[in-house]
């Protein structure tokens, strides 16, 4: 029923475009283009590229259908392309940190519900203000709304039934962020204990594969398509400078891998997969070396041309594009946010 909704919505959008001739006019053009002058090709043609967006066509190919007499056009890029509205995803590690950061920017951009699933049985008093926070901008365009599920990333099975619930109550899923994570105390790579080190891969990387698959699986029920976003790290791909940190570390370059392989698979099914790395940003993760180690936050924040360290909020744009239309090539890609650290 959703497909023929979705033809329905894709045949509206074909009839309001203008005439078919007035359409080919940029095309008939081109071929008339003497030789060294532009030749504006035919952004008619979704046999090439895909088809366009349900709410039409965009940008310079908008700009090209639009008659000049037409009603005075409105921006699209954060109406349409950035905009989540309606949209339901699901955020591990979204009780606190780089997690609930992202899930009120998905708020913001307009999902209708965003899931926190995180390890604790009841959600901590700074996430029920955020929560509350977020539901006061109901009218002013944030219109929906944060929930809590409590949920361990590590129990595949627990994971698959979160995202089944979450799939039969809202009837679609679009966006999937995969936070949760764990850093451990520096421990010698060669002394590293075995049980603390299929822990780190436990949660960073079994877990996050199962948080994608509960997201997937019902992206692929609905056929809508859909972006998940893997968090992993600046850590995936450089060792940070004087910690031993090999299970966090190899965990994270696990993270860009799978990625890559998710993405592959699921590119037939409009089901995107990206991997987000941060540089060093203050949460509760890291303020367990900076505050106990304050000599640590200057050696960091040294380590990249920006000269410091960065903010979680500093996250909200590249999650939000990633979820959205703004992104919808971009796929099987690590998108480096760390002030520059791997530019040194
Ligand atoms: N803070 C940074 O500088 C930084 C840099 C790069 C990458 N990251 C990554 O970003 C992600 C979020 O980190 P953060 O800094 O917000 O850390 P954080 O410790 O503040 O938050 C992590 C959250 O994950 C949850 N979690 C841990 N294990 C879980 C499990 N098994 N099931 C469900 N939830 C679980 C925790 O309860 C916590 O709420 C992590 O994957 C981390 O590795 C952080």
């Avoid at 450089?238 to 965990?251: C, E, G, L, M, P």
Wanted: proline letters at 5%; one cysteine or more; hydrophobic letters at 40%.
């Amino acid at each position: 029923m959703l497909s023929t909704l979705r033809t329905r919505i894709v045949a509206t959008n074909v009839a309001r475009l203008p005439a078919r001739s007035a359409l080919l006019r940029p095309l008939a053009r081109a071929h008339h283009c003497p030789p060294g002058q532009d030749s504006p090709l035919n952004t008619d043609n979704q046999s090439k590229t895909g088809e366009q967006p349900a709410y039409g066509p965009i940008g310079v190919a908008a700009a090209l259908h639009h008659a000049p007499g037409d009603p005075a056009p409105a921006p699209t890029l954060f109406a349409h392309e950035f905009s989540l509205a309606d949209r339901v995803a699901l955020v591990s590690g979204g009780a606190r940190g780089l997690g609930l950061e992202m899930a009120l920017a998905l708020v913001e951009a307009g999902a209708r519900a965003v899931y926190c699933v995180d390890i604790a049985r009841e959600p901590s008093d700074e996430w029920r203000t955020v929560r509350d926070y977020a539901a006061r901008m109901q009218g002013k365009g944030g219109e929906g709304r944060l929930e809590y599920v409590t949920g361990d990333t590590t129990d595949q099975a627990a994971m698959w039934k979160i995202g089944q619930d979450i799939g039969d109550r809202e009837g679609r899923m679009d966006a999937c962020v995969a936070a949760a994570g764990v850093l451990k105390s520096h421990t010698d790579c060669l002394e590293y204990p075995a049980a603390q080190f299929r822990q780190v891969m436990d949660v960073n990387v079994n877990g996050v594969l199962f948080t994608a698959q509960a997201a997937g699986r019902q992206m692929a029920r609905f056929g809508n398509g859909g972006s998940i976003i893997l968090i992993a790290s600046m850590s995936g791909s450089i060792t940070n400078k004087d910690h031993a940190w090999v299970s966090y570390n190899s965990s994270k370059s696990a993270v860009l891998q799978m990625a890559r392989s998710m993405a592959c698979e699921l590119g037939p099914k409009r089901i995107r997969v990206n991997t987000l790395s941060p540089g060093h940003i203050y949460t509760n993760m890291t303020a367990a070396y900076l505050d106990t180690q304050p000599h640590l936050l200057a050696k960091w924040a040294s380590l990249n041309p920006m000269g410091r360290i960065g903010r979680p909020d500093e996250l909200r744009g590249v999650v939000t594009w990633l979820a959205s239309d703004a992104s919808t090539f971009c796929t099987g890609s690590d998108i480096l946010v760390s002030g520059g650290h791997h530019a040194w």
